[in-house]
């Protein structure tokens, strides 16, 4: 099946901090989503990407849709406490299937 | 607006007990998913619904993880009998047709 590689597996950075991670897969995607985790909690959804080379920003948080379809990367700038977390990504292929990545833990230091 | 509701929120059983969970969708979600996630891992889709007919239970375990949503709104998902793998939360999602997906808290299942 369908597999994202999510990297780095973990952060450690401080307060204000820019923070950039990103998912490599070795198929072909359509929509590229980027979701955030919080202790007992489902998944949020953060920025969806449908276009190929599409560049989408939320407030701190932008994320960009390979060129190349097989990747995208979340960048998060001038971190804040509440942006603790687990960060995944997900590919969507078909319908409306998604395959998720391992997600990035993001731990900040104040 | 309320969001995607799921009882209960743990569970701890033994291997070979049965467990079954519930979920209620955002009203009007014509989409219904069930997620496995185990721990350090990402969801990993068992089920999609759309509205009481099923889509894709490609990835469900079928001899023993099943999944029903009758008239198309509630859904259970309920695992007979269970073993240690089956450990992870289960999370369910709707969405309208098409359209993104909410997920709720999630069922934190232990199985001893």
């Known amino acids: 099946g369908q597999q994202l590689n999510q990297s780095p597996q973990s952060m450690f950075i401080q307060e204000g901090e820019d923070v950039s991670m990103n998912c490599t897969s070795s198929?072909?995607?359509?929509?590229w989503l980027w979701y955030k985790q919080e202790p007992g909690e489902g998944p949020v959804l953060l920025i969806a990407l449908y276009k190929a080379g599409e560049l989408t920003s939320n407030g701190r948080l932008t994320a960009q849709f390979g060129i190349t379809r097989k990747d995208s990367f979340l960048n998060i700038s001038a971190s804040i406490p509440s942006d603790v977390g687990i960060y995944f990504c997900?590919?969507?292929?078909?319908?409306?299937?998604?395959?998720f990545g391992k997600g990035t833990h993001l731990i900040i230091q104040p | 607006e309320a969001g995607v509701a799921q009882s209960p929120r743990y569970k701890i059983i033994e291997k070979r007990q049965s467990v079954a969970f519930w979920c209620n969708p955002i009203s009007g979600h014509a989409t219904l998913y069930w997620y496995q996630q185990i721990l350090g891992q990402g969801p990993k889709l068992l089920i999609q619904?759309?509205?009481?007919?099923?889509?894709?239970d490609s990835q469900l375990p079928k001899d023993r993880f099943s999944a029903e949503r009758l008239k198309g709104v509630d859904s259970t998902l309920k695992i007979q009998p269970a073993k240690l793998e089956d450990s992870a939360v289960y999370l369910c999602?709707?969405?309208?047709?098409?359209?993104?997906?909410?997920f709720g808290p999630g069922t934190r299942l232990t199985v001893l």
């Open positions: 999602a709707s969405s309208p047709l098409l359209g993104r997906k909410y």
């Open positions: 619904f759309q509205n009481n007919g099923v889509v894709d």
């Open positions: 997900a590919g969507g292929g078909g319908a409306d299937g998604l395959t």
């Open positions: 198929s072909i995607f359509n929509t």
